[in-house]
């Protein structure tokens, strides 16, 4: 039933680890997004896919990279992880890139470095 | 570059009574959604309601709606009889027409609700 899910939804770690977030929507959508909330709740968009390609790359170290293997998916992939990288990193997805289109957002995965 | 400014970081209310949330933005561009979203403390990102730019009317959905004050870039959340259940954070986000930048978001107006 679950629209968006994300695995896992607690991940804690050390420094210097790399570690992958996996998500997935059945929505059937083709358009699917990460987003970080920082410890103040700040929201801030990451990446964005379309059909499989990258169609939004934000400002994000190179250390973070997006994968989807299908329009299903998108996994997020961290390398070396720091403490700053502590944060809730929610997927989304929606049907079509337009303004006016419903962003179905997972459940956030909370990722605390250590 | 938008941006999008919630100016009130927390907000309490007794239940069944009223509240506003407020949101500013910037913007050059004429095509543009606003959107609000509530995140309770499950931390699931849940739309609220939406408001196009081209459309003079507020938006409405049961209990929250909007007044959307186009000229001075203004979108602010009424909630009417508040409940317990409306007890979250609330942003206000900002996505342009061709939604090429994805959401932006206001920084989040923390909602409590007295019983």
């Known amino acids: 039933d679950t629209a968006v899910s994300q695995t896992p939804k607690y991940l804690v770690t050390q420094m210097g680890n790399d570690k992958s977030i996996k998500c997935e929507q059945n929505?059937?959508?083709?358009?699917m997004y990460w987003y970080k909330q920082d410890s103040k709740k700040f929201l801030k968009i990451m990446f964005s896919?379309?059909?499989?390609?990258?169609?939004i790359n934000e400002t994000v170290p190179n250390r973070f990279s997006p994968k989807s293997p299908d329009k299903a998916h998108l996994n997020l992939h961290i390398n070396s992880l720091e403490l700053g990288d502590s944060a809730v990193y929610f997927c989304?997805?929606?049907?079509?890139?337009?303004?006016?289109?419903?962003?179905?957002f997972g459940p956030g995965t909370r990722l605390t470095v250590t | 570059a938008q941006t999008v400014t919630q100016s009130q970081p927390e907000m309490s209310v007794q239940e069944a009574e009223t509240v506003t949330l407020s949101c500013t933005y910037d913007?050059?561009?004429?095509?543009?959604?606003l959107f609000w979203y509530k995140q309770p403390p499950s931390r699931q990102m849940i739309l609220v309601i939406r408001?196009?730019?081209?459309?003079?009317q507020n938006a409405t959905e049961n209990r929250f709606s909007v007044n959307f004050q186009k000229a001075a870039k203004s979108f602010s959340l009424k909630i009417s009889d508040s409940q317990l259940g409306d007890a979250a954070m609330y942003f206000c986000?900002?996505?342009?027409?061709?939604?090429?930048?994805?959401?932006?978001f206001g920084k989040g107006t923390h909602l409590i609700i007295q019983p």
């Open positions: 929505l059937g959508h083709d358009t």
């Open positions: 989304a997805s929606s049907q079509g890139v337009a303004g006016r289109t419903e962003q179905y």
């Open positions: 408001q196009e730019a081209y459309k003079q």
């Open positions: 896919y379309n059909n499989k390609e990258l169609i």
């Open positions: 913007t050059s561009e004429s095509d543009y959604y």
């Open positions: 986000a900002y996505r342009s027409g061709g939604g090429a930048d994805g959401l932006t």
